[in-house]
């Protein structure tokens, strides 16, 4: 069974602060575009392919379609609440990786066996620009 990444889109598309706030929707549609890369390579150190790639928007970004490789999720309500649902449900029973700095999500995710990691893992390192 492939493994699973559920990328915080809010909480990722925030940790370079290069004016999202101006346009939440177009960040969280940059972080889509950037995204398709890595569910065709994985994440090196991390996710070997083949993978699922979860991108999960909530507030202002709802509604941003998925592509080929990035299945998108609108959250109802809290992006925090869906992810850890998605976790639990899809994740159950095969590797699931979280993407996000949100130390109280990570918590929750990892209470169900989920691995986590930081923005850098989808950017690289190198900010928006430089995402792979």
């Given amino acids: 069974m492939d493994s699973l990444v559920v ?8 940790s370079v602060p290069d004016g999202w706030w101006r346009d939440r929707r ?3 549609e940059r972080l889509r575009d950037a995204l398709p890369g890595c ?9 070997e392919p083949p993978l699922e790639l ?11 379609a998925s ?16 992810i850890v649902r998605l976790v639990a449900e899809e994740g159950a029973g095969r590797d699931c990786l979280v993407v996000t700095a949100d130390r109280g999500l990570r918590e929750r995710v990892q209470a169900l ?3 986590v990691t930081g923005p850098r893992a ?5 900010g928006r620009s430089g995402a792979p």
């Fill in 7 to 14: 990328v915080d889109a809010a909480n990722v598309v925030g």
């Fill in 26 to 28: 177009g960040a969280a």
């Fill in 39 to 47: 569910a065709e390579a994985g994440l090196p150190g991390l996710v």
């Fill in 54 to 64: 979860l991108l999960v928007v909530e507030g202002a970004a709802r509604g941003v």
């Fill in 67 to 82: 592509v080929p490789g990035v299945r998108v999720v609108s959250a109802d309500g809290s992006g925090d609440d869906t």
């Fill in 113 to 115: 066996g989920a691995r």
């Fill in 122 to 126: 989808v950017w690289g390192g190198r």
